[in-house]
């Protein structure tokens, strides 16, 4: 936690130092490199925070685990995947840390394996994702064979729209879709809540999950407008279908994981259709809320499965009356509910109607 603690002191550093880029030789005629512009070093920041909350959280969540050992160091293999993410510059070292960002999520929510239900979840979501991964690799190794694009902070529009050009757009955004559980990937998400409470934190608030986002914004140049009409599209079904199934869950965190699917649909439609600034505002703010309200469920279940072993800690249909019992948890429930429902005066109203144009 004092890493953490450190790490996020750091990059608030690095922030107010930007831009930074490091270039070094790999092989003879490729070289690597990390950037750390506006974008990059804003997320850092979230990343760091956010998982300095989870790890503290995670003190008292997981205390008396078997596992808490594996579970701080799978934790920390995940953020610093994502860290690397961020940073990465060269397209073969984005590709990398994105690979590692999927097989250190798929340890976090397979980390009680022992459960065989829990266990098929962790493979489920692990294989939607490298379906997903094929396309962005496909979509790599064109950018760099084909475009001379090895840097994403080098990424231009292309010359003309032609059909390899668009095709080459597909295929980075399946990678930047299933990564972000657009449709038709989003199955996996809801699987993942089969991990710990804090893990969905992480996983589903400022992390994984935005990490579509963040690809689509940083190839935003890139891709024509056939593309970015495939992907505003695939935005708005997303939000709906996620929305709707929301409505039928009795799962606190299915609840929430539908609610989160729902949120990147959003921020990718505002991709598609040119609002882009507002979709990273967008996945600002929700990683706040979002977090808040996972944490909370997770106090929630935790007070439920202490109170009565004989119903589902998980169940709402279980939870009436409980919020003299737990004041503290109703409050921030409440506050983050409002954020994410978008209600005046919250962080969530801003970023969700920031996008409307200015009338008159």
Request: charged share 10%; aromatic share 16%; hydrophobic share 55%.
């Amino acid at each position: 936690q004092q890493q953490h603690g450190d790490g996020f002191a750091f990059s608030l550093f690095v922030l107010l130092n930007l831009p930074a880029q490091v270039r070094w030789h790999w092989l003879s005629g490729y070289e690597f490199g990390i950037t750390l512009d506006f974008l990059s070093g804003v997320l850092i920041c979230l990343v760091y925070f956010i998982s300095l909350l989870v790890h503290i959280f995670s003190l008292h969540y997981m205390k008396g685990d078997a596992g808490i050992d594996r579970y701080f160091f799978k934790l920390g293999f995940f953020t610093t995947s994502m860290l690397g993410l961020l940073a990465a510059d060269h397209l073969i070292l984005l590709f990398i840390f994105w690979e590692l960002v999927g097989f250190s999520s798929y340890l976090l929510i397979g980390f009680w394996f022992q459960n065989p239900e829990k266990a098929s979840s962790a493979k489920i979501a692990f294989m939607v994702n490298r379906v997903a991964d094929a396309g962005l690799l496909i979509g790599i190794i064109l950018l760099m064979s084909v475009y001379d694009i090895h840097f994403l902070s080098e990424v231009q529009p292309a010359f003309r729209s032609t059909s390899l050009v668009i095709f080459t757009g597909i295929m980075l955004t399946l990678g930047a879709f299933g990564k972000s559980a657009q449709f038709p990937f989003f199955g996996w998400l809801n699987k993942a809540m089969a991990g710990p409470t804090p893990v969905s934190a992480l996983i589903h608030a400022a992390t994984m999950v935005t990490a579509g986002v963040y690809l689509l914004v940083r190839i935003y140049p890139f891709l024509t407008s056939e593309v970015l009409t495939m992907i505003a599209f695939g935005g708005a079904i997303t939000a709906f279908l996620a929305g709707a199934s929301a409505l039928f869950q009795h799962d606190i965190k299915a609840v929430l994981a539908y609610s989160t699917i729902s949120q990147l649909g959003y921020m990718v439609m505002g991709v598609g259709v040119g609002a882009f600034e507002f979709s990273v505002f967008h996945l600002w703010t929700h990683a706040f809320f979002k977090a808040g309200l996972f944490l909370a469920a997770g106090n929630v279940i935790h007070f439920m499965h202490k109170a009565n072993h004989l119903v589902d800690p998980q169940d709402m249909r279980s939870m009436g009356g409980i919020s003299k019992k737990l004041p503290f948890t109703f409050a921030t429930y409440l506050i983050c509910g409002a954020a994410l429902a978008g209600i005046p005066f919250t962080s969530g109203f801003l970023s969700k109607e920031g996008a409307n144009p200015k009338k008159g």
